[in-house]
């Protein structure tokens, strides 16, 4: 019996190692592939965002087969080169166009690096064809051709998105790498970080780009971009927080989203960049909403109070996408309407709308990451009910104020070219920027109101508690009863399961001295075990979250003293009823309240002892007094 023990104990340190090796090394494969595969598509990014058609010219099939010019938009280096509407297209380079011709062929035909020229056959009513040289250039609505005048090159609204991209994917990494430095679940902690590699490069454009080439690279790009969106799908929707399966049939479901990942890899018409951008958005859509459903059965059935949190942090992080993409969407209607319809709206408010567009698109992608590492670090939780109520209220006022600055744009704009010309398109921005700058403080309030009648952040006074410790109290109770009805007032005011007080032992254990239960079967540890540096923690006066599997939810620290603490116990408090955590402000409160009660308690036992000594000393003194008179 004894040598089979001692031969399965090194057998399962030695898979247990070989586990590992093999974690570390699909983490640094992955990692590699991602990094790699994501700078072989920049030069493609660079080089395709260079292409451009031929500008504000649509062509479109005649009954006959011919290819007509149906629209050319004046001003334009095809208008200037006297193709008109109505002309006929006959050859493009030389090379005769095919009977039938399509828009996205005429695309094709005609599409090469900006600035470079082009050269078109036309044919005008029966008169003979005539050849035109035409130089490509950006559409005279872009945000490309509004800009120039400013001085911003073609370069850098190519390559400002490019760098937001490095940016994400850079935040990414270092987002698992720490997961994997601080992580204690190693399982778990490694597929969290694969997955948001494999995410962050999934989101990168110059990645996106190369999933395009029909090359072994390409395979590798859209391998690891489909093996991103599933990795993170089956992360965030059914096993984010702690690893566990919730609920056990999303397996199914993410063994459905596997097989499509598969399918990604060898047969091209499963990949949805070939879809109806519909029915890909559909998709993916159905996708995310599963998550939050996944989630939401989770938040209310098996979530802890901290897993509580981590969810509403994947939450927030999540809706902060959706709402950044709608405002980026919204804010890219505004600016195609300024540069098709008024001509006079200034370029640097076209650059300014631009740049938020980006902005709003790629910053919460880079807080997905910094929100699940917060959640899956389980650091400051329990600030997740302030970040909300914050966010929603600067995200609808920037939503509102967007609104409000596109309307009173387009209002003031139309209204001095009506009434003024040479006016500065300065002095047009800065009367438009009047309007959202007078109600972003009514603005401010009224959503703030709003959302505080639903989301208001807890705050408490435990005033009523410090009225128990005074020195009155003191007097009058002993240490237990001031432990008691500590422990009792704490209970009622936050409506705790469960609370205890640990003190310190002789030898510096923590025992449990008294406790409130308020639901059969909840039973407090009889001592606290923690490790050094939580006791280090609680010694210097810092309100903690207490390991996992103690059925407790917060410990604060009972101290004495003001600049060299004493600890001589500690509050521990159990899960709430309403499923609520901690927030900043009643941490605050309750690390305020530990000092107050260290010091009570400090002070009773000292009485306390104190008045024991005076007993015995009078006990003795009793004593001798009955030997004398007997003598």
């Given at each position: ?122 044919r005008t009513a029966a008169a003979a064809p005539r050849t035109v040289a035409v130089n490509r250039s950006a559409d005279p609505t872009s945000v490309v051709a509004r800009v120039q005048p400013l001085g911003v090159t073609v370069d ?227 600030d997740i009910d302030v970040v909300i109520n914050r966010s929603l209220v600067y995200s609808a006022l920037t939503a509102a104020l967007a609104v409000l600055s596109a309307i009173s744009l387009a209002a003031v704009n139309s209204l ?216």
């Amino acid at each position: 019996m004894t040598s089979t023990t001692s031969t399965a104990a090194p057998v399962a340190a030695g898979s247990r190692a070989v586990k590992h090796t093999l974690l570390r090394v699909a983490r640094l494969g992955v990692v590699a592939l991602a990094v790699l595969l994501v700078g072989m598509g920049i030069p493609l990014y660079y080089n395709s965002a260079h292409i451009a058609p031929l500008a504000g010219v649509y062509v479109a099939a005649s009954k006959a087969g011919d290819a007509v010019f149906t629209f050319v938009v004046s001003n334009t280096p095809t208008s200037q080169a006297g193709v008109r509407p109505g002309d006929v297209l006959v050859a493009v380079n030389g090379q005769p166009v095919a009977a039938g011709l399509s828009a996205y062929q005429f695309y094709q035909l005609t599409s090469g690096w900006v600035n470079t020229p082009v050269t078109l056959t036309v044919r005008t009513a029966a008169a003979a064809p005539r050849t035109v040289a035409v130089n490509r250039s950006a559409d005279p609505t872009s945000v490309v051709a509004r800009v120039q005048p400013l001085g911003v090159t073609v370069d850098f609204i190519i390559g400002f998105p490019l760098f937001l991209d490095l940016v994400v994917l850079l935040s990414y990494l270092s987002v698992a790498a720490v997961l994997i430095w601080r992580g204690r679940d190693l399982g778990f902690i490694y597929f969290a970080s694969l997955a948001l590699v494999a995410f962050g490069a999934a989101g990168t454009r110059s990645l996106q780009v190369l999933a395009h080439e029909l090359s072994l690279w390409g395979w590798l790009a859209n391998a690891l971009m489909s093996a991103g969106y599933a990795a993170i799908f089956i992360f965030f929707g059914f096993r984010f927080p702690d690893g566990k399966w919730v609920p056990r049939r999303g397996r199914i479901l993410a063994g459905i989203v596997l097989v499509w990942t598969l399918l990604q890899w060898v047969w091209l018409p499963a990949r949805p960049m070939n879809w109806d951008p519909l029915l890909a958005a559909l998709a993916y859509l159905a996708m995310i909403v599963a998550m939050f459903i996944a989630q939401l059965r989770r938040y209310r059935r098996v979530a802890t109070p901290a897993q509580r949190g981590q969810i509403k942090w994947f939450v927030l992080a999540v809706s902060t996408i959706v709402a950044g993409y709608a405002i980026s969407q919204i804010v890219s209607i505004v600016i195609y309407y300024l540069g098709s319809y008024l001509t006079r709206a200034a370029d640097m408010v076209i650059l300014l709308l631009w740049l938020a567009s980006v902005l709003f698109y790629q910053v919460p992608y880079i807080l997905l990451a910094v929100a699940i590492g917060l959640a899956l670090l389980r650091y400051r939780l329990w600030d997740i009910d302030v970040v909300i109520n914050r966010s929603l209220v600067y995200s609808a006022l920037t939503a509102a104020l967007a609104v409000l600055s596109a309307i009173s744009l387009a209002a003031v704009n139309s209204l001095v070219g009506q009434l003024f010309s040479g006016v500065s398109p300065f002095l047009v921005v800065a009367i438009s920027a009047a309007f959202p700058v007078a109600a972003f403080n009514p603005l401010r309030g009224w959503i703030q109101r709003m959302v505080d009648r639903s989301l208001k952040p807890e705050e408490m006074s435990f005033s009523e508690t410090y009225a128990f410790l005074a020195l009155e109290v003191q007097a009058m109770l002993g240490p237990a009863e001031l432990l008691h009805m500590l422990v009792i007032d704490v209970t009622r005011q936050l409506d705790l399961i469960s609370a205890g007080v640990y003190l310190c032992a002789p030898d510096d254990r923590l025992m449990l001295t008294e406790r409130a239960i308020q639901d059969v079967g909840t039973e407090l540890p009889p001592e606290l075990a923690l490790e050094a540096p939580m006791k280090t923690e609680l010694h210097a006066g810092n309100v903690m979250a207490p390991p996992d599997g103690m059925g407790l939810s917060l410990l604060v620290p009972l101290v004495v003293g003001t600049r060299a603490l004493d600890l001589c116990g500690v509050l521990a408090l159990g899960p709430r009823r309403s499923g609520k955590g901690y927030t900043t402000p009643v941490q605050r409160g309750l690390k305020e309240l530990g000092k107050e009660a260290g010091k009570s308690i400090y002070v009773a036992q000292r009485s306390q002892s104190s008045l024991q000594h005076i007993a015995e000393r009078l006990s003795a003194l009793e004593q001798r007094i009955a030997g004398l008179k007997q003598g």
